[in-house]
């Protein structure tokens, strides 16, 4: 969640070697090469570098599969971290290391039970968070959010979806005011104040990009949706993460981007 000035920094977590026994919503198991996912991820840090972020790299957690996923563990506002509570029970234990490592560059607040909630359902555009009621997120999670994020001007709105794990699987923020969208997971018009690029319709998974100052780190398998954005006027930095995707992964989900200042 970026805005203001300072350093970007990315919180980013090893491939777990059990990677295999990942959470699965919509698609089928496959074997996934953990080495392959491995050097996949290490060329998505590279390019956050080459993108200027400071990267705090920890160290794989062998007994957490989905644990390369820290987006959902966490999200950071200029203000405060919001520690999350995964919808996936599997996933709760990746929160505890995540706020150590954000309690060095933030305030924390802590969402309790009965909230759930995934990073990945959270989307800031500007003062609005828009919250995805997935399969992971829930009311009690947008109540408790209202109740942390209202008090800096956050106005906080829930968002249907249909058909996809996360609100980011749906829709991301390509610019300060456009969108990425794919039309058949969420209501384009819910966006209304803002430009909306629709997805190719034959790359349903294109909408995840990460927007990394004025570029955007996307995956390299959406060659028809990167067209649509370069023909805007954005910068694409293809990656390969065919391997994180079978994991129903995409490019927000392996990193936690925020502002800090040099010191933090
Ligand atoms: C899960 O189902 O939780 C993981 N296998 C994938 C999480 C991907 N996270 C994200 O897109 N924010």
Redesign the pocket.
């Known amino acids: 969640m970026l805005s203001g000035d300072g350093t970007l920094t990315a919180v980013t977590r090893d491939v777990s070697s059990a990677i295999a026994r990942?959470?699965?919503?919509h698609l089928p198991r496959v074997d996934i090469d953990v080495a392959r996912a491995r050097a996949q991820h290490q060329a998505y840090l590279e390019r956050l570098s080459r993108l200027d972020c400071r990267l705090i790299e920890l160290q794989a957690e062998p007994d957490l599969p989905?644990s390369v996923?820290v987006?959902?563990t966490a999200v950071v506002l200029d203000e405060i971290a919001v520690i999350a509570r995964p919808g996936?029970a599997s996933?709760r234990p990746e929160c505890l290391s995540i706020a150590i490592v954000l309690s060095d560059h933030r305030p924390l607040a802590t969402l309790e039970k009965p909230a759930t909630l995934?990073?990945?359902d959270v989307l800031l555009v500007g003062r609005t968070m828009w919250v995805g009621l997935s399969g992971r997120s829930n009311w009690s999670a947008i109540g408790q959010l209202r109740t942390i994020v209202g008090r800096y001007g956050y106005e906080v709105r829930p968002v249907e979806l249909d058909g996809c794990?996360?609100l980011?699987?749906a829709v991301t923020l390509v610019a300060p005011d456009t969108v990425l969208l794919n039309p058949a997971w969420v209501d384009a018009q819910i966006f209304g104040g803002l430009e909306v690029v629709t997805i190719d319709p034959g790359e349903p998974h294109a909408a995840n990009a990460l927007r990394i100052g004025s570029g955007l780190i996307q995956a390299a398998n959406f060659p028809r949706t990167r067209a649509r954005l370069e023909a805007r006027g954005l910068t694409v930095h293809p990656v390969d993460v065919s391997e994180l995707q079978k994991?129903?992964?995409?490019v927000?989900?392996c990193s936690l981007v925020f502002r800090s200042t040099a010191e933090t």
């Open positions: 990942c959470e699965l919503t989905d996923f987006e959902d996936a996933r995934d990073g990945g794990l996360h980011k699987s994991a129903e992964g995409a927000t989900c």
